[in-house]
């Protein structure tokens, strides 16, 4: 809603038809109100239609991925297939195939197993739970320094277990 604020001739007082300067400042808060939560809600709409796409889309390459992975068969049968027509016995060029199956199995999960153990465990989350609440950190321990003494590893299984305790009471 815009407003006209018309010049007055000098020496004349504004009538009683023109807004105060307050009423006008209420007047554009009230505009910008609405003009965010008219951006806002265009922001959701525009927002929830992506995410819509995104999920449709995101559903597509999984059925991709499993019609991909039931094709595999399809190939293997056509490998092991291939080398009868060069002279194996039927049974061996399948055996072969197999084996070669169970090869590949074995090298992904050693990658797999490798990558895993890579991770590293977050320490400093895995500490925060268990200090008692309005209690600041050890000096030195938080960020985890690396070479804690048993002591505060002990102070750690304490604190732990008085947290478990008081938790069961409740």
């Given at each position: 809603?815009?407003?006209?604020?018309?010049?007055?001739?000098?020496?004349?007082?504004?009538?009683?038809?023109e807004?105060?300067?307050?009423?006008?400042?209420?007047?554009?808060?009230?505009?910008?109100?609405?003009l965010?939560?008219?951006?806002?809600?265009?922001?959701?709409?525009?927002?929830?239609?992506?995410?819509?796409?995104?999920?449709?889309?995101?559903?597509?390459?999984?059925?991709a991925?499993?019609?991909?992975?039931?094709?595999?068969?399809?190939?293997?049968?056509?490998?092991?297939?291939?080398l009868t027509?060069?002279?194996?016995p039927?049974?061996?060029?399948?055996?072969?195939?197999?084996?070669?199956l169970l090869?590949?199995?074995?090298?992904?999960?050693?990658?797999?197993?490798?990558l895993?153990?890579?991770?590293e465990?977050?320490?400093r989350?895995?500490?925060?739970?268990?200090?008692?609440?309005g209690?600041?950190?050890?000096?030195?321990?938080?960020?985890?320094?690396p070479?804690?003494?048993r002591?505060?590893?002990?102070q750690?299984?304490?604190?732990?277990?008085?947290?478990?305790?008081?938790?069961?009471?409740?």
């Amino acid at each position: 809603m815009a407003h006209s604020v018309s010049p007055t001739p000098l020496g004349t007082t504004a009538g009683a038809e023109e807004p105060s300067v307050g009423a006008l400042v209420q007047s554009a808060m009230a505009d910008m109100s609405t003009l965010v939560r008219a951006e806002i809600e265009l922001a959701k709409a525009e927002v929830g239609k992506s995410a819509k796409k995104a999920g449709i889309g995101g559903g597509l390459f999984g059925a991709a991925a499993v019609v991909a992975g039931f094709s595999m068969f399809f190939v293997f049968i056509a490998l092991a297939e291939g080398l009868t027509a060069i002279g194996l016995p039927r049974w061996l060029s399948y055996l072969l195939v197999w084996v070669f199956l169970l090869l590949l199995a074995g090298l992904l999960a050693l990658v797999g197993k490798r990558l895993i153990s890579k991770i590293e465990k977050p320490e400093r989350t895995l500490e925060t739970p268990l200090r008692p609440a309005g209690r600041a950190a050890p000096r030195g321990s938080w960020p985890a320094a690396p070479g804690r003494a048993r002591g505060e590893r002990r102070q750690g299984r304490a604190a732990r277990q008085r947290v478990l305790q008081a938790l069961s009471r409740r």
